[in-house]
């Protein structure tokens, strides 16, 4: 499924209010419990969902499930080649996967999944910004085709979800507040945030920095409505992808 509409004000036609033309692909890896290929105008990732009948050693014992994400930037992801990390993640992947798992776990009942783990793979396979934005919204949809499989097995009675979760970019370049930057005017913004929410409203994180001057309270509550306004649309665009797959998921 996708959302396309474009018109003028900016490099590639949109006006300050719209998101990037997205689309989401369910079953791009087959073999994966749930898996979505997130494209958000050039930015595209692969997102799976693998289930692991066993949890942490901190969890152990306490009948509880768990959620956590790693993320990767492909080597020709973007223009420069980005050497793989072989020693593990570095800085930013680790606090871009650590910000994934913290939005997932925010809207699933860790009792009602029981004591198995969900394991996030986020995979860029190319990136115009907004990488960790599509990440959360996809893997959400990766997430829930994954509980779904366990319903199917009758693991589970019914999906542990509170809500959905979805994330985007907003900012203020040349002194205007835009929604869901691509690398141009996330190179060139004067303000940078990343909001993620839930589709009932309430924030997971907000995660903002003035790259020039520091910026007023009116022009964070600009930004905040911009984000709200994006990711509601991005939440309807994750329940119809998911409802065109047979999956009903939480209103709220």
Not at 31 to 44: D, I, M, N, Y
Not at 153 to 170: D, Q, W
Not at 183 to 189: F, I, L, P, V
């Amino acid at each position: 499924m996708e959302t396309t509409r474009r018109s003028k004000g900016r490099r590639d036609g949109r006006k300050a209010t719209e998101l990037r033309p997205a689309r989401m692909t369910i079953g791009f890896m087959p073999a994966a419990e749930g898996s979505v290929l997130v494209e958000t105008g050039e930015t595209k990732v692969i997102c799976t969902a693998t289930v692991d009948e066993s949890v942490p050693p901190f969890l152990r014992g306490q009948g509880k499930g768990w959620v956590t994400a790693e993320y990767a930037m492909l080597p020709r992801s973007s223009p420069q080649r980005i050497e793989r990390e072989r020693r593990g993640p570095g800085g930013r992947s680790q606090e871009i996967q650590r910000l994934i798992g913290r939005s997932l776990r925010g809207v699933v009942d860790m009792d009602a999944l029981g004591e198995r783990s969900i394991l996030i793979d986020c995979d860029v396979l190319n990136a115009d910004a907004g990488t960790r934005t599509a990440s959360i919204t996809g893997s959400y949809v990766a997430l829930v085709l994954a509980l779904n499989d366990l319903r199917e097995k009758r693991l589970i009675e019914k999906l542990p979800l509170t809500s959905s979760v979805a994330a985007v970019s907003v900012g203020i370049v040349g002194g205007k507040p835009l929604l869901d930057l691509d690398y141009d005017e996330d190179h060139h913004a004067d303000v940078d945030f990343n909001v993620v929410m839930t589709g009932n409203g309430r924030f997971v994180e907000v995660q903002g920095t003035a790259e020039g001057k520091p910026f007023t309270q009116a022009q964070l509550d600009r930004l905040l409505a911009l984000a709200r306004a994006g990711i509601e649309r991005l939440t309807a665009l994750q329940r119809e992808t998911l409802r065109d797959a047979g999956i009903a998921t939480p209103r709220r």
